[in-house]
Nanobody, 126 residues
Framework: QVQLVESGGGLVQAGGSVRLSCAGS????????MAWFRQAPGKEREFVAAISWSGGVTSYADSVKGRFTISRDNAKNTVYLQMNSLKLEDTAVYYCAASYYSGSGVRRGSYDYNYWGQGTQVTVSS
């Protein structure tokens, strides 16, 4: 059974940092683009960050650029999201996703992703 399992969410104060992890199992994702999305209450799921299979190409939503960093460790079949300078508006459920896409770039649309984790809650408090 193919799974993506997120961890690392929780309650954090504004201005603080959190690192999310997403571990894959059941197959290797080392040749696939991966991404993080998030969904806040009452809002649609939105793109946060994506990374190419090699880690050489990354892309970020404007709202998180300069504050969040996506990375991956293919040996561990794991992708990370380092979140710094957190704001109240970063509060959401964060989802990890993996795509069949194995080209040199990244994909930003949720429709481009084929495997999804169950999500992890990040709550930023004032």
């Amino acid at each position: 059974q193919v799974q993506l399992v997120e961890s690392g969410g929780g309650l954090v104060q504004a201005g603080g940092s959190v690192r999310l992890s997403c571990a894959g199992s059941g197959r290797t994702f080392s040749s696939n683009a991966m991404a993080w999305f998030r969904q806040a209450p009452g809002k649609e799921r939105e793109f946060v960050a994506a990374i190419s299979w090699s880690g050489g190409v990354t892309s970020y939503a404007d709202s998180v650029k300069g504050r969040f960093t996506i990375s991956r460790d293919n040996a561990k079949n794991t992708v990370y999201l380092q979140m710094n300078s957190l704001k109240l508006e970063d509060t959401a459920v964060y989802y990890c996703a993996a795509s069949y896409y194995s080209g040199s770039g990244v994909r930003r649309g949720s429709y481009d992703y084929n495997y999804w984790g169950q999500g992890t809650q990040v709550t930023v408090s004032s």
